[in-house]
């Protein structure tokens, strides 16, 4: 599969940002906007491997109408075929918008 660099996240549902396979290559960064008028969010990104999850952050609160860019230059994400998963997963099911680059 192609790298997907561009999500809209409204789900409490684990979901995959990348997944082993995509080949995705190098992740410099991973913004992501709370796009909701007057609601926080707390949000869980991480890297899974086989089964194992590994966060980069954990039960961060984005307030609404805000922005977190994550650095990810030192954070390596190998997205090969039987490689490692970037996921996401909100504790409100409030719009998220996710940009990777």
Do not use: C, W
């Not at 075929?81 to 996921?87: C, H, I, K, Q, T």
């Amino acid at each position: 599969m192609a790298l997907t660099a561009r999500h809209n996240i409204t789900t409490v549902l684990t979901q995959n940002l990348i997944a082993a396979g995509d080949n995705a290559g190098s992740i410099k960064s991973v913004n992501l906007a709370n796009v909701h008028d007057s609601t926080e969010v707390d949000v869980d990104l991480f890297i899974n491997k086989d089964g194992s999850d590994f966060y980069i952050i954990k039960n961060v609160t984005i307030p609404a109408k805000t922005s977190l860019v994550i650095d990810m230059e030192n954070i390596s994400v190998i997205s090969t075929a039987g490689g490692d998963s970037l996921r996401i997963k909100l504790s409100a099911a409030v719009p998220v918008d996710v940009i990777i680059r």
